[in-house]
């Protein structure tokens, strides 16, 4: 048995990669015996030096395939270099007429990009749209495109080459892609799947895309939301039975069973498959996008397709178009069997603590639809394991997962390093102050430490704090620092960036290796402010100058400058859009009945009094009025003498509503 503590940190892979590489390094007989961990982590070297590729790439090819740690690099090289070569050519003869778009139909999809294992999008290749005509041409595919497909999915290296690439070409003038695309999508599948795609002439392959844009299409005129839901069980499994009467044709599981061969040759070829009187596909390109992030969908029956895209609408309560948009993010949602989606449902509602019910959960899912594939024993278990790892309560960690839902993908151990790192960032007194913090607001955990503290300085740069010069000098340097590092430069500089923001530069020579004072000074305002509101932290610093414009037009004849000193005593402001800052200005003199000139120059005066309940100082402002302040006016006259008492001396105000809170 393989131990996977010892692989991760050997090769650099985070634990699930490394517990899926352990188990498929134990069931694999054909490995080399008395294999070693450093004889693998050798080799896994070379892989990653000799190809290219980063250690997630390797660690996945190794997992998907464990024979490649005894195949010579100069074998995957060499393919990889006819797959570009043939994913660059032009496309066969007749392949572009296969399933050649509708006329008056067209795309514009972005490239599909790499999954690096981890969740790290690489960018290969490149993004292409074209005419119905000519839309299976690519620019090129390099040799490192070619790799990274490899990396994908092991089983290219093994398939036939030349009806691999013809597929390839034959998808990209189906769904108006580049066959690089079309290549990316036929990664997704299992080798099994890859095989049946291959095997399936291309009639097959144009009828099964026309059945399912129909059936995705025809989702606009389904009726009311009680439409027909989805099976029970998932039929998309090679051999599995997609239903009777018209559906159990549809796709390519029943249709290329009778042909045998990759290449289709050892039977006559079908007869055309017309394209059936369906509404044309979706304008959006959404039905393309479904079928580039799971092209399974090809293997399924279309009226099953269509069945489980209506339930999924009848469990969400969406509106066609919204339903679309939801499957062209995430079309794996139409895999999931009915029974699934109901009980994730209702274990988001109860382990989230949703008060709204299932309905909320519905529209939670909505906009996250990766929150529907969660088990309900799996949910139960990862909100255990957020509660151990950040110390909170259980309804904290329901609070962070309702507001974040994107921290449920994440590790408990990288969460409670992003809690520690946030702490040593803005240089809190203890954990109870972070844990504070991102229950405040919980986007501060899924921001890396780097982009945290590179937000520190912009805002420091965009509230004018210390020296203009020192702080944009201070960001500039950082942003090159970055730019260099996602370069390939290592992380060596990662943590020195680090410490001189987070724990002060070490050196003595106070010009190179030390920022300025009026730098460390405007980072300590930063900090300040971010503390006080940390939703700061998790805005783009590009809207704070509007932000305070907005605040200076909001409180009358108001400056920048006392617009700025106000946000910065009162950092709340900062987070207040223009609509809410004049309908909470308005509310104020409504329930104060004094003149709206009064409360905002109350509110200059003394910004905390912005976010003080309008019953408190209703109340604040009656006590004032029986001490005598404003003696000898009446109504909206005696309330403006009010304000302005309390203008000049905000300590009364103050001491008012502590003593109305006591009462």
């Not at 039905?287 to 009848?314: E, K, Y």
């Not at 300040?528 to 783009?540: I, K, S, Y």
């Not at 009358?556 to 900062?574: I, S």
């Amino acid at each position: 048995a393989w131990d996977t503590a010892a692989l991760g940190v050997a090769l650099g892979v985070a634990p699930p990669a490394a517990r899926a590489l352990a188990r498929a390094l134990a069931e694999c007989e054909q490995l080399p015996r008395g294999l070693t961990m450093q004889e693998l982590t050798k080799r896994c070297g070379i892989l990653q030096l000799e190809l290219g590729l980063d250690s997630q790439q390797v660690a996945r090819m190794v997992w998907l395939q464990p024979m490649l740690l005894a195949c010579p690099i100069a074998s995957i090289r060499a393919r990889s270099g006819l797959l570009a070569a043939g994913l660059s050519s032009p496309a066969p003869v007749g392949a572009d007429r296969a399933g050649a778009a509708r006329e008056g139909v067209g795309t514009r999809l972005p490239a599909p990009s790499v999954d690096g294992g981890d969740g790290r999008r690489v960018s290969a290749g490149t993004s292409g749209s074209a005419a119905s005509d000519g839309a299976a041409m690519s620019a090129g595919a390099p040799l490192s495109t070619a790799l990274a497909l490899i990396a994908r999915q092991p089983e290219l290296l093994t398939v036939p080459l030349q009806p691999l690439c013809d597929r390839c070409h034959e998808l990209a003038a189906l769904l108006e892609v580049t066959p690089y695309d079309a290549c990316t999508a036929l990664t997704r599948l299992t080798p099994p799947e890859l095989e049946q795609v291959l095997r399936a002439p291309p009639q097959v392959v144009s009828g099964a895309w026309w059945r399912l844009a129909g059936a995705i299409a025809s989702i606009d005129y389904a009726g009311p939301l009680g439409a027909p839901s989805a099976p029970a069980r998932n039929p998309y499994q090679r051999g599995a039975s997609g239903g009777g009467g018209a559906d159990g044709a549809d796709g390519l599981g029943a249709a290329a069973a009778p042909y045998s061969g990759v290449d289709g040759a050892a039977a006559d070829p079908p007869p055309p498959v017309r394209r059936p009187r369906l509404p044309p596909p979706p304008a959006d390109g959404s039905v393309q996008r479904m079928v580039l992030l799971c092209p399974q969908l090809l293997l399924l029956p279309a009226g099953w397709v269509r069945a489980s895209a209506l339930h999924l609408r009848a469990l969400l309560g969406l509106p066609p178009g919204r339903l679309r948009r939801l499957l062209a993010r995430s079309p794996r949602l139409l895999l999931l069997p009915r029974r699934h989606r109901e009980e994730a449902l209702s274990a988001l509602a109860e382990e989230l603590r949703l008060p709204g019910g299932r309905p909320d959960a519905a529209r939670l899912v909505a906009q996250q639809p990766n929150l529907l594939k969660w088990t309900p024993q799996g949910l139960q278990e990862k909100t255990a394991a957020m509660t151990a790892a950040l110390g909170l309560s259980p309804s904290g960690v329901a609070r962070l997962a309702r507001n974040q839902p994107s921290l449920l993908a994440m590790s408990a151990g990288a969460l409670a390093a992003k809690l520690a790192r946030l702490q040593e960032v803005l240089r809190l007194g203890c954990v109870k102050e972070a844990r504070a913090l991102v229950l405040r607001q919980p986007g501060l955990l899924s921001m890396g430490s780097e982009a945290a503290e590179g937000k520190l300085l912009g805002l420091a740069r965009a509230m004018g704090l210390g020296d203009g010069r020192a702080v944009a000098a201070e960001l500039a340097a950082r942003r090159e620092m970055t730019g260099s590092r996602a370069g390939g430069s290592g992380g060596s500089s990662s943590s020195s960036s680090s410490s001189n923001l987070s724990g002060g530069g070490s050196g003595s020579n106070g010009g190179s290796s030390g920022r300025s004072r009026s730098t460390d000074s405007a980072l300590a305002e930063a900090r300040r402010l971010v503390v006080a509101e940390p939703t700061l932290l998790t805005m783009d610093v590009k809207a704070l100058p509007r932000r305070v414009a907005a605040l200076a037009e909001a409180l009358g004849p108001c400056t920048l400058l006392q617009a700025r000193a106000a946000a910065l005593a009162c950092p709340g402001l900062l987070v207040q859009q223009r609509p809410a800052l004049q309908h909470r200005l308005q509310e104020m003199a409504w329930c104060l009945e004094a003149p709206m000139p009064g409360v905002q120059a109350l509110v200059r005066e003394a910004p905390e009094v912005f976010f003080v309940a309008v019953g408190a100082l209703r109340a604040a402002a009656a006590a004032a009025v029986a001490a005598g302040a404003g003696e000898g006016l009446w109504g909206r006259q005696r309330a403006a003498a009010v304000l302005e008492q309390w203008a000049r001396e905000p300590g009364q105000l103050w001491a008012l509503l502590e003593g109305v809170e006591r009462g």
